[in-house]
C-alpha cells in the first residue's frame, strides 16, 4: 500500500486491492471475515474504504507469515471487535509456540549429537534391551505408534524367538528417541525414514546438518515476520484509537 493513498479520505474497493497485491474480491472476502472492519456504503450501496482499512490490511498481510492464516485472522477479529487483550493473548500464543518449537529443534540436535551411528546394528543382546510397552511409556507415546514407525522402517526391533514380542535394543531406543522428536519438530514419516537411514549408515550425521540448518532458518524468519507483524498491528491499534 503506498503512503500515497493511505492520505486518501476514501478509497476504492479497487484502491485497496491494487495497494496490496489482492483482487477485490480478496478484500471483499476479508471484510465479510472480520479481518477488515465492515466498510461504508455510498447512496449507491459501492463499499467505501479508509486510511484505517488499509492499515487493518497491511496489518493482517504482516501478520500471515509468523503466525499463520487462522490466528492472524482471529487476531484481526478481536481487534475489529474491540476485544485487544484476546488478540494480545493470540500473539503470546504463538510466540510461546515458537519458542516450544525452538526448543524442539534443540533436543534434536541433542539426540542427533547424542547417537552413535556406528551402533546401527546395536550392542550386544541383552543389553539394556526393552519391550514394546516400557519403550513407548518412557517415550510417551501408545505401542500403536510404535508398531507404525517399525511399519515406516524407523525402528528395526528384532522378535524375541521363544515369544515373538518386539525387543528394542540400545540403538533401537535412540532410533525411536530421534523419530518422536522429529515429529515434533513437524517432520512427517516419509521424510524421518530416510534421515534415520543416513544416521544409521556410514555417512553418519553430517547429512542431517541441512536439514537442521533449514530448520533454524524457518524458525528465524518466523520471528522475523512476527516482529514485523507486530509493528503493523500497533499501527493498525494507532490508528483506531
Do not use: C
Not at 539394556?128 to 517415550?139: Q, T
Request: net charge positive.
Amino acid at each position: 500500500m503506498t503512503r500515497k493513498l493511505q492520505t486518501l479520505e476514501h478509497l476504492r474497493p479497487i484502491d485497496l486491492a491494487r495497494g496490496h497485491g489482492l483482487s477485490t474480491q480478496a478484500v471483499r472476502n476479508y471484510e465479510e471475515a472480520g479481518i477488515l472492519p465492515a466498510a461504508d456504503r455510498t447512496p449507491h450501496g459501492y463499499r467505501t474504504y479508509t486510511p484505517s482499512h488499509a492499515a487493518a490490511l497491511r496489518a493482517f498481510l504482516a501478520l500471515l507469515p509468523g503466525h499463520g492464516h487462522r490466528t492472524a485472522a482471529s487476531i484481526m477479529r478481536a481487534v475489529n471487535e474491540g476485544t485487544p487483550d484476546t488478540a494480545f493473548r493470540l500473539v503470546d500464543e504463538s510466540h510461546a509456540q515458537l519458542l516450544d518449537d525452538r526448543r524442539t529443534l534443540q533436543a534434536v540436535e541433542r539426540a542427533l549429537h547424542d547417537l552413535d551411528p556406528t551402533a546401527a546394528t546395536g550392542p550386544a543382546p541383552g543389553a539394556n534391551e526393552r519391550f514394546i510397552g516400557p519403550l513407548a511409556a518412557h517415550l510417551g507415546i501408545r505401542p500403536a505408534t510404535l508398531r507404525k514407525w517399525e511399519r515406516a522402517g524407523l525402528v528395526s526391533p528384532r522378535r524375541d524367538p521363544r515369544t515373538g514380542y518386539r525387543v528394542y535394543t540400545e540403538a533401537d531406543v535412540r532410533d525411536a528417541r530421534l523419530a518422536h522428536q522429529l515429529r515434533r519438530g513437524g517432520y512427517l514419516l516419509d521424510q524421518i525414514a530416510p534421515l534415520i537411514a543416513q544416521v544409521r549408515s556410514a555417512g553418519g550425521l553430517d547429512p542431517l546438518e541441512a536439514t537442521l540448518s533449514a530448520w533454524h532458518d524457518r524458525l528465524s524468519a518466523r520471528g522475523r515476520a512476527m516482529l514485523m507483524g507486530a509493528v503493523e498491528l500497533e499501527a493498525y491499534l494507532r490508528e483506531r484509537g
